[in-house]
């Protein structure tokens, strides 16, 4: 006779088994975190996508309207300008934060005195606040009073340009202080990539003579590769999106405005401001497919550059 | 066994709290919101001298600065999580109204029979929609000419008067200004309460039509409005560029000595008699007189959200806001200028550095602020297409002009 125990067999055994145990625990500690990710990021980000083809009215009142704002997009000066920004920010932030962090790792790499203090000092821009960062870069950059042009006018004599409120070069102060902000997260992940090469590699290319340019472009860049790509993929992801530095430095009737908006920040004005949170979605769904696009291509030239051992 | 002991210890532990938070709950708490900094010792004197009376309803107020103040007030309003009590404007009036946003006060106000004789029908009126009061009306505002006294008696300048033109403005802002030693006559400020929506009425023009479905930024009164500012920037260079403006704030600028006047709200006494720099070498005048004299008049309403959850207690604090002690705390202090008329002059009386008397007395030549549905959406566009004229990249005619256009595209939607 079969109890029913007996028919599935061992059941009872496999929930008391080590193994079930292991990773019951394993799913009770990531749920937390599972949690979270689940309801503030894939859940917005699905609405955002409905989102995208409704209308709004006031107060969180919506409905559908289909493509209506894609077709409002496609013909929006507003988009143009916002996507030039966003793409030539990314495109001088990204290289100028990387090689600078790069060059930087590898000179704290070295056992000189105090290299704690510098690797410190280089990493503090990162935890500090971006409201703080926004508001005392605004100052230095002030074109009458700011602490730059104080110094170019009394030492150089020369007379500095309205760093931030000049449609022509406002963009370029953006990145400067993007990038400065950018050199310590790079340059703490980079760090732990140069402290993974076996030092084997040097120590045999020094017996063959190798002077400082060559071991380091034949051995330290490319055993970097797979660190490098890593960090280049995170940092087109996060320059793509910049919004607090617009929104911090740049003030929204400045004459710099058109010429520094970033797809976020444009995001931000329709959806706050404008209280069109449909058409804002249809903004930062197209923004989603544009990184979208460039994450595959960076993910697909991945073979030709980045070794892996 | 021990363990059992163990967890009945902590059962009991954590019942004891939850039922004393619980007990605690049982004073009502309010969260009142405001926007100015400025105005917030007032706000809590008020709250202080109400809980004197009532005990069991605590306030708390929240200051959130005005740049954040409409985006965070509509994502709570989406929220249903609305403060208890905020401050609310005429640009935004008849979007919380019309959306039931906000409680009527009609039916409180009879049952209550509340004193309402001292504020002026303007202001009734302003928060009113389809006859019914939504806002406890808490103060009203006009513009005037702040000036340095200092920087024109160092360029021998008469100071300016009650009776000044246009020109008169002009060519004292035109022999104020001293490129050399970084000043200015006038800054001419990119802002529609303070600045140029006053020039508008002075050149006989309007911003929306009464109906509110037309423009008026297209009409050729209008853009002379405009003008007077785009040429003391551009054509008799007396302010400072767009571009400077933008860098360092204009009243920044006049705290610093570096711009001799300032078309600026009455809100700005109280400011600047707390700063030491202002608060013995400024005044202010009225404004001065284009083809007309043209201020603009606002007030702000105290009001309580509709989703309330304290209606009651909500209420017996906003009877309060409103009452003849609160509006007394409001102008006493010097703070703002009350809605409630018996107390105007108490605000005066705090500001003898001053001669705010000229806001009051401006009320006769005022003009209401312009509002509609969706205010914020064209009053934004009105800044965007006219930074463009004030950085000098186009001419006012062609912004104005484009301004007309997309704001009845507008406010054909609403």
């Known amino acids: ?309 | 066994m021990a363990q059992r002991r163990l967890s009945v210890a902590i059962l009991v532990v954590c019942l004891t709290v939850l039922v004393s938070a619980v007990g605690q709950a049982a004073a009502t708490k309010l969260t009142y919101r405001i926007w100015d900094v400025n105005q917030q010792p007032a706000m809590k004197q008020i709250v202080t001298e109400f809980n004197k009376v009532h005990p069991e309803i605590e306030v708390e107020i929240e200051v959130t600065p005005y740049r954040q103040y409409w985006t965070s007030l509509e994502t709570a309003a989406a929220g249903k999580n609305l403060p208890d009590l905020f401050w609310l404007n005429a640009p935004n009036f008849l979007l919380y109204s019309t959306n039931g946003m906000v409680l009527p006060l009609d039916k409180r106000i009879a049952k209550d029979k509340y004193d309402m004789h001292g504020y002026p029908n303007s202001m009734l009126d302003l928060y009113s929609y389809k006859g019914i009061l939504y806002g406890m009306p808490k103060d009203f505002d006009t513009i005037g000419l702040w000036y340095n006294k200092e920087l024109f008696d160092s360029a021998k300048v008469p100071y300016p008067t009650n009776n000044w033109t246009w020109d008169d403005l002009i060519q004292a802002a035109i022999k104020l200004t001293d490129a050399k030693k970084g000043v200015w006559g006038i800054a001419a400020q990119l802002d529609d309460q303070s600045g140029f929506y006053n020039t508008i009425w002075q050149a006989g023009g309007y911003v929306i039509s009464d109906d509110r479905k037309t423009s008026g930024f297209a009409d050729p009164r209008t853009i002379e409005g405009l003008r007077f500012w785009t040429d003391l920037i551009h054509k008799y260079k007396a302010s400072p560029t767009q571009a400077q403006m933008t860098d360092t704030s204009p009243i920044a600028l006049f705290e610093a000595g570096r711009v001799a006047m300032l078309s600026d709200g009455a809100w700005n006494a109280i400011r600047f008699a707390e700063n030491d720099y202002t608060k013995k070498r400024v005044d202010v005048v009225s404004l001065p007189k284009g083809k007309q004299r043209g201020v603009t008049i606002h007030g702000l309403a105290n009001v309580i959200a509709a989703n309330t959850k304290h209606p009651e207690e909500a209420w017996t604090f906003l009877k309060f806001l409103g009452s003849p002690r609160a509006h007394e705390i409001q102008a006493a202090t010097g703070t703002v200028i009350p809605a409630w008329s018996e107390y105007q002059h108490l605000w005066v009386k705090a500001h003898p550095a001053f001669n705010v008397q000229i806001f009051i007395d401006q009320v006769k030549d005022s003009f209401p602020y312009p509002v509609s549905l969706y205010t914020n959406r064209w009053a934004q566009l009105s800044f965007d297409e006219l930074t463009r004229a004030w950085a000098g990249e186009v001419s006012i005619e062609e912004a104005a002009k484009t301004l007309a256009r997309k704001m009845n595209e507008l406010l054909a939607q609403e």
């Not at chain 1, 193994?19 to 990531?30: E, R, T």
């Not at chain 1, 920004?85 to 990204?94: E, I, K």
């Not at chain 1, 000092?121 to 074109?143: D, E, H, Q, S």
Request: charged fraction near 15%.
């Open chain 1, 1 to 309: 006779m079969r109890s029913a125990s007996d028919s599935v067999p061992g059941f009872r055994k496999v929930l008391r088994s080590r193994k079930y145990q292991g990773w019951l625990w394993g799913y009770i500690l990531i749920l937390p975190t599972v949690l979270g990710l689940g309801l503030f990021y894939l859940w917005p980000l699905v609405q955002s996508f409905y989102l995208a083809f409704t209308r709004w009215g006031a107060f969180g009142d919506y409905r559908w309207c289909g493509l209506q704002n894609f077709e409002r997009l496609v013909s929006d000066p507003k988009i143009v300008d916002a996507l030039r920004n966003s793409l030539v920010f990314t495109g001088l932030t990204v290289p100028l934060s990387i090689s600078l962090a790069t060059l930087i790792a590898v000179l704290l790499n070295a056992k000189i005195r105090g290299v704690s203090f510098y690797r410190v000092l280089y990493f503090l821009p990162v935890v500090t606040m971006p409201a703080a960062v926004g508001i005392v870069w605004r100052w230095l950059f002030n074109a009458d009073y700011g602490a730059i042009n104080y110094v170019l006018q009394k030492v150089f004599a020369i007379r500095g340009p309205s760093w931030l409120t000049d449609p022509k070069i406002a963009l370029y102060s953006l990145v400067a202080v993007a990038v400065w902000g950018a050199i310590g997260n790079n340059m703490i992940i980079i760090l732990s990539g140069l402290q993974n090469i076996p030092t084997v590699y040097y120590e045999a290319a020094d017996i063959d003579g190798a002077g400082v340019l060559t071991k380091f472009f034949r051995i330290t860049l490319p055993m970097l590769s797979p660190t490098l790509f890593f960090v280049s993929v995170t940092a087109i992801i996060g320059a793509l999106q910049m919004f607090e530095l617009v929104y911090m430095m740049i003030g929204i009737n400045s004459p710099a405005i058109r010429a520094t908006q970033t797809v976020v920040y444009l995001f931000y004005r329709e959806a706050f401001i404008n209280m069109n949170k449909g058409y804002a979605s249809a903004i930062i769904l197209v923004l989603f497919v544009i990184i979208l696009g460039l994450t595959f291509i960076q993910l697909r030239l991945q073979r030709r550059w980045v070794h892996y051992d």
